[in-house]
């Protein structure tokens, strides 16, 4: 790969640019899908490929390739120093300098490529078995699934830096079927892991058999105002909204609602939201971001107070700040954008079970729908949710058919408890959070 990152690099000073950028990316994918104790599909997807940026005249321009050939790299130097020719002048571009040694991280379990494909198999067989085992009411396991992924990352540049790492994760999710009469709900859990051996199949089939049959004879609840306590994976969902108020991009084009907040209260003073890229033991950690700057932790919100945004290169100099380490790709046919890493709000110092032990009634939430249209530039929202009601501190009956409407900021102000259970759903966590007065639409 440094072979090829030095030709492409020389060939392109050799055009006149004043600076350029090689990512390289090979990697390769496997899904394991069961059905009925039987292999239903299985996938293997290779990725290997060269992105380039040149910088000419304060013009990026940029193009890609699979093929590594001399002749294919020729023409596609050609085609990012035409593509610059045709952009406008910003003098905000540049690539990284060469920093300090890169920090180790263990991202590359050896077993996640040695296990054989019949023992990988095997664990989505004990998936599906877990969750047929775990009650009658589940009559189908829709989906059980291995997943894994192996790669190896690169990036040269002409200011002379040079990083490699490779990296590997795997996983298990299932999507299950409870059945009562006529009634039917779904039920879905997952575990994401750079370790093969803490993926437990039993645990994972368990949980996605006892989210299906809990949610049995679901009805709606009168409409009220009234506490409400998102469980980990919806809280994780609503951060995942959040992440674009967090964006640099967002902030210059003024589509963030926090923008022009850093400094205030945005959030309870329970609430601290970090983004942090070499945390150890998570899916998102790297020692580099996709431009080369060292990853760090970015506390973004301590206690409710807004300390500051997510930043590439190009958003902290347009900006006046300095990079987060947060330039992400989503292959080497893309270009380096503003993404969140390992981007989780900390955990409390209560158990979930002191949380709720406060609440005469509220809803406890643990499925939203219409996440997708909360709307991250004034941060309104108004999503269908279904749960379980919550009564004298326990968990009751299942409700389904109701609605929560507010705004982000609202919701983030209301937090007044937050639980010591932090789950991370690969790159995204959150533990149990409680809001007080959130307004609930039912019958």
């Known amino acids: 790969m440094e072979d090829i990152a030095s030709q492409v690099l020389d060939l392109a000073k050799k055009k006149g640019v004043e600076n350029a950028e090689v990512f390289l990316l090979d990697s390769r994918e496997l899904t394991i899908e069961i059905a009925g104790q039987e292999v239903e599909n299985l996938k293997l997807a290779e990725e290997k490929g060269l992105g380039l940026r040149v910088i000419s005249q304060h013009r990026l321009g940029y193009a890609y390739s699979s093929d590594l050939s001399e002749?294919?790299?020729?023409?596609?130097?050609?085609?990012?120093?035409?593509?610059?020719?045709?952009?406008?002048?910003?003098?905000?571009?540049?690539?990284?300098?060469?920093?300090?040694?890169?920090?180790?991280?263990?991202?590359?379990?050896?077993?996640?490529?040695?296990?054989?494909?019949?023992?990988?198999?095997?664990?989505?067989?004990?998936?599906?078995?877990?969750?047929?085992?775990?009650?009658?009411?589940?009559?189908?396991?829709?989906?059980?699934?291995?997943?894994?992924?192996?790669?190896?990352?690169?990036?040269?540049?002409?200011?002379?830096?040079?990083?490699?790492?490779?990296?590997?994760?795997?996983?298990?999710?299932?999507?299950?079927?409870?059945?009562?009469?006529?009634?039917?709900q779904t039920g879905f859990s997952m575990d994401f892991s750079l370790k093969y051996k803490e993926l437990n199949p039993v645990r994972v089939g368990q949980e996605a058999g006892k989210k299906a049959v809990r949610m049995l004879g679901a009805q709606a609840m009168p409409s009220a105002k009234l506490p409400v306590v998102?469980?980990?994976?919806?809280?994780?969902?609503?951060?995942?909204?959040?992440?674009?108020?967090?964006?640099?991009?967002?902030?210059?084009?003024?589509?963030?609602?926090?923008?022009?907040?850093?400094?205030?209260?945005?959030?309870?003073?329970?609430?601290?939201?970090?983004?942090?890229?070499?945390?150890?033991?998570?899916?998102?950690?790297?020692?580099?971001?996709?431009?080369?700057?060292?990853?760090?932790?970015?506390?973004?919100?301590?206690?409710?107070?807004?300390?500051?945004?997510?930043?590439?290169?190009?958003?902290?100099?347009?900006?006046?700040?300095?990079?987060?380490?947060?330039?992400?790709?989503?292959?080497?046919?893309?270009?380096?954008?503003?993404?969140?890493?390992?981007?989780?709000?900390?955990?409390?110092?209560?158990?979930?079970?002191?949380?709720?032990?406060?609440?005469?009634?509220?809803l406890y939430v643990t499925e939203v729908m219409g996440l997708h249209m909360a709307n991250p530039i004034s941060g309104d929202f108004s999503l269908g949710a279904s749960g379980l009601l919550i009564e004298n501190g326990e968990l009751t009956r299942p409700i389904k058919g109701v609605a929560i409407a507010g705004n982000l900021q609202d919701l983030l102000m209301g937090i007044d408890a937050v639980a010591d259970d932090l789950t991370f759903y690969v790159g995204s966590g959150a533990p149990t959070v409680r809001i007080q007065g959130l307004a609930i639409s039912g019958k």
């Open 71 to 184: 002749q294919a790299l020729r023409k596609t130097i050609e085609r990012a120093v035409d593509n610059a020719r045709l952009v406008a002048e910003d003098v905000a571009w540049e690539v990284a300098e060469p920093g300090s040694r890169y920090r180790h991280l263990d991202l590359d379990d050896q077993e996640i490529r040695q296990k054989s494909l019949e023992d990988k198999i095997s664990l989505a067989k004990e998936l599906e078995k877990a969750a047929l085992a775990f009650d009658s009411r589940v009559r189908q396991v829709e989906k059980s699934v291995y997943q894994d992924s192996s790669y190896c990352v690169s990036l040269y540049n002409t200011r002379g830096l040079k990083g490699n790492y490779q990296g590997a994760y795997c996983g298990l999710y299932g999507v299950v079927i409870g059945q009562e009469g006529e009634d039917a």
């Open 230 to 362: 998102l469980d980990p994976y919806v809280m994780t969902g609503i951060l995942g909204v959040l992440q674009t108020a967090f964006s640099g991009e967002a902030v210059l084009k003024g589509t963030s609602f926090l923008v022009g907040k850093e400094g205030q209260k945005v959030a309870s003073s329970l609430v601290k939201i970090i983004d942090h890229g070499a945390l150890e033991g998570r899916l998102g950690s790297s020692p580099f971001d996709s431009e080369g700057i060292s990853t760090r932790e970015t506390v973004l919100v301590k206690e409710g107070e807004l300390q500051g945004f997510l930043h590439n290169l190009y958003t902290a100099r347009k900006t006046g700040v300095v990079s987060t380490g947060n330039a992400v790709r989503a292959s080497y046919k893309a270009t380096p954008e503003v993404g969140t890493t390992n981007f989780y709000l900390e955990k409390g110092n209560i158990s979930r079970q002191e949380l709720l032990r406060g609440i005469r009634q509220g």
